[in-house]
């Protein structure tokens, strides 16, 4: 019964943080409150366009995102039961990134502003089908993960023959400023193209919490409990790559959320699997939400990207899940 009541107090105390943080995403710029701190004279109109048109996407995006690679994140800790995965283990995310530097590359964003999150999609659905075909008939976890490092290396060596072969520098400049990861500039029509696919993928791997936990008792207790681990790595394998697929396409490469949330919020739910996904959940959406009002803040220079942001958090955490680990085998 404790139990039950720690984990609704953890979720609401996560939604009311959320909450909190995308009510100040709404309000806050690198100018003030509105963003319109300078311009006092500005009236009811201008206003709500800033709020509607500027901050409401760039809120929701975060919100997006955020959940959908904490969501990922957590899941496929508890199918590969690696503390070290994240979304990105898999290839769905250096694929998606692929799918929309082609976009840029030939010239297809030009066209209309949406074909770079749907280049972006189709590419991390691609990296999907990949993994499958090379992971064929096996139910190894291990197969998964060196499938998704092949794919990996082919998207990342592509990209970077993209940018080599960039027509102009000015051209590569923009990809290698997409690629950081940013929710600035987007509109709700990235809103709405992302949602569907970021809805569908959580969808799938929300579904997955029974079987974590007990493939976290062992592959052989997991069949003997009736789990189809092909089924299984089915679903997670497409639910990735569907929701950070999306959010990719839309917002550019944001690391370590996924890595970080499921670890910070493990101890919390007695390490299971099934207990994690929703707090990982809300604990991505408010680390981007977090994150993204952090690169507003007036500094000298342009505004930071988000994702060197979420870089400049993880790498260091990363490093101490390291440290721990080395210490214990020691």
């Not at 710029?29 to 901050?55: F, K, N, P, S």
């Not at 940018?163 to 000015?170: G, K, Q, T, V």
């Not at 790559?241 to 959010?247: I, Y």
Request: charged share 10%; with cysteine.
């Amino acid at each position: 019964m404790s139990r039950a009541v720690s984990g609704r107090w953890l979720l609401t105390a996560l939604a009311g943080i959320t909450v909190c943080l995308f009510a100040a995403s709404l309000l806050m710029g690198q100018t003030g409150l509105l963003g319109l701190a300078v311009t006092r004279d500005a009236d009811a109109d201008t206003l709500w366009l800033i709020l509607t048109a500027v901050r409401l996407p760039r809120a929701l995006l975060a919100v997006l995102v955020g959940a959908s690679l904490g969501l990922a994140g957590a899941v496929l800790q508890g199918m590969l039961r690696n503390p070290l995965a994240d979304p990105a283990v898999l290839g769905p995310s250096t694929t998606a990134a692929l799918g929309s530097v082609l976009a840029f590359y030939f010239g297809l964003s030009g066209i209309h502003p949406l074909l770079l999150p749907l280049g972006g999609i189709m590419g991390g659905l691609l990296g999907v089908g990949l993994v499958l075909g090379l992971a064929g008939r096996s139910h190894s976890a291990l197969t998964l993960i060196l499938a998704g490092a092949a794919v990996n290396s082919l998207a990342g060596a592509l990209t970077a023959l993209a940018l080599n072969l960039a027509p102009n520098p000015f051209a590569a400049l923009e990809i290698m400023f997409w690629l950081m990861g940013s929710l600035s500039d987007r509109s709700m029509d990235h809103v709405w193209l992302a949602a569907p696919f970021v809805l569908v993928g959580a969808a799938l791997l929300a579904t997955t919490g029974s079987a974590l936990d007990a493939l976290a008792l062992g592959e052989d207790t997991a069949r003997s409990l009736g789990v189809g681990l092909g089924g299984l790595r089915l679903r997670v394998v497409l639910g990735v790559g569907v929701a950070v697929g999306a959010a990719v396409a839309v917002a550019g490469s944001i690391g370590f959320v996924g890595l970080m949330v499921p670890h910070l919020l493990r101890p919390l739910v007695g390490q299971r699997p099934a207990r994690l996904l929703l707090p990982s959940a809300l604990g991505g959406a408010a680390l981007l939400l977090a994150a993204d009002l952090l690169v507003r803040v007036p500094m000298p220079g342009p505004e930071l990207k988000v994702g060197v942001v979420t870089a400049l958090l993880g790498a260091p955490f990363f490093l101490l899940i390291l440290l721990r680990h080395r210490e214990r085998l020691a």
